[in-house]
């Protein structure tokens, strides 16, 4: 699934393709090949759905615009850079635990603004999945049970 690979890709790392050539930063994300890929790798991708990955403090970010035509953003907190709205697509790292926040995420308990519920794409993808393998260990426990 194109998600996966999406979190768990390393952006930003010089590219295996082209580490001989000046910026070759894998900073997007191609959705049909399900790759990361640099700005001297576009040519064959060129008719592919392609995802710009940015930085915002050292950290993977995607404009929500961007984010929105492909997953529901709802509830991720997200930050503005370069006068454009973007969420981090896996959570950062604590560095001291929160005082006095009445809000946190749901998934990894980082400090929140209200009235958001999750830090990251990433915290709340698992959150669903979670949830829903909760749901089909029910449902198929009660199926067991009564017969479904």
């Known amino acids: 699934m194109w998600l996966e690979t999406l979190l768990s890709e390393k952006f930003y790392d010089a590219c295996e393709t082209h580490h001989d050539v000046r910026k070759n930063e894998k900073n997007i994300f191609c959705l049909d090949c399900c ?12 008719s ?10 050292y950290h993977d970010v995607i404009r929500v615009g961007d984010a929105e035509k492909l997953m529901d953003c709802s509830y991720v907190q997200s930050y503005t850079t370069n006068s454009a709205k973007v969420v981090f697509l896996n959570p950062r790292l604590q560095t001291r635990a929160c005082r006095n926040s ?22 709340k993808v698992s ?17 067991v049970v009564f017969s479904c």
């Open 35 to 46: 790759v990361g890929i640099c700005p001297h790798c576009l040519t064959p991708h060129g």
């Open 127 to 143: 959150l669903s999945l979670s949830s829903l393998s909760l749901y089909i260990y029910i449902y198929t426990s009660v199926c």
């Open 48 to 57: 592919h759905r392609l995802l710009q990955i940015r930085r915002y403090v």
């Open 102 to 123: 009445s809000n946190s995420c749901i998934s990894c308990h980082r400090a929140l603004q209200d009235p958001y519920f999750f830090c990251s794409i990433y915290c």
